[in-house]
């Protein structure tokens, strides 16, 4: 029976979210597995992976193969470097403590460079939430010029029009005495 290191997907249409399971490699993908090492979800940003990496280096140890997926987040995770360190300590070319402290040492880098991808993301999130409310505060206060401008001139136009009637009334209550005394002379 042929282990197979892969993914098993879950999750709902156009949202995958799968575990990394090891199956026999005749079973469908999504069917009967041997063990579950851990779950992938693509849809974060970096990619979040939970593995357990000491199970992982066991299988790999007694043979089984990932796919080429696998393959990746194994190699990710660390958990191909890991292996590879073992074969060393099994040859005898390091020992325990120094295959130990090497991967210890990649494990910390990778989680800086990882924690370091993450705070750019936020920076470039923020930065990018600043510059849209930026955008949209301008675009108010253009519309909200354009409003008083309307306003201003809806204003003007309406004085305008209450002056003439004003001065339309005042020479015709002015003509009109006018034409009473022509009347009486």
């Given at each position: 029976?042929?282990?197979?290191?892969?993914?098993?997907?879950?999750?709902?249409?156009?949202?995958?979210?799968?575990?990394?399971?090891?199956?026999?490699?005749?079973?469908?993908?999504?069917?009967?597995?041997?063990?579950?090492?851990?779950?992938?979800?693509?849809?974060?940003?970096?990619?979040?992976?939970?593995?357990?990496?000491?199970r992982a280096v066991e299988w790999?140890?007694?043979?089984?193969?990932?796919?080429?997926?696998?393959?990746?987040?194994?190699?990710?995770?660390?958990?191909?470097?890991?292996?590879?360190?073992?074969?060393?300590?099994?040859?005898?070319?390091?020992?325990?403590?120094?295959?130990?402290?090497?991967?210890?040492?990649?494990?910390?880098?990778?989680?800086?460079?990882?924690?370091?991808?993450?705070?750019?993301?936020?920076n470039e999130n923020r930065n990018?939430?600043?510059?849209?409310?930026?955008?949209?505060?301008?675009?108010?206060?253009?519309?909200?010029?354009?409003?008083?401008?309307?306003?201003?001139?809806?204003?003007?136009?309406?004085?305008?029009?209450?002056?003439?009637?004003?001065?339309?009334?005042?020479?015709?209550e002015g003509e009109a005495p006018?034409?009473?005394?022509?009347?009486?002379?």
């Amino acid at each position: 029976m042929p282990a197979r290191i892969r993914l098993q997907r879950h999750g709902k249409k156009n949202q995958p979210f799968y575990h990394i399971v090891v199956a026999d490699g005749r079973a469908p993908r999504d069917g009967k597995f041997i063990e579950k090492l851990g779950t992938y979800n693509p849809m974060t940003n970096p990619a979040q992976i939970e593995l357990n990496i000491d199970r992982a280096v066991e299988w790999l140890k007694n043979g089984a193969q990932p796919s080429t997926t696998c393959s990746r987040i194994l190699s990710y995770k660390g958990a191909l470097l890991k292996r590879h360190l073992q074969i060393g300590v099994e040859k005898g070319a390091i020992s325990q403590e120094q295959a130990d402290v090497k991967f210890n040492e990649w494990k910390q880098a990778k989680d800086a460079k990882i924690a370091s991808i993450k705070s750019n993301l936020e920076n470039e999130n923020r930065n990018e939430n600043k510059a849209r409310l930026e955008a949209e505060k301008k675009v108010n206060e253009t519309k909200a010029a354009a409003i008083a401008a309307k306003r201003q001139a809806a204003a003007e136009a309406e004085a305008a029009a209450k002056a003439e009637a004003e001065a339309a009334e005042a020479p015709a209550e002015g003509e009109a005495p006018a034409a009473e005394e022509n009347a009486e002379a």
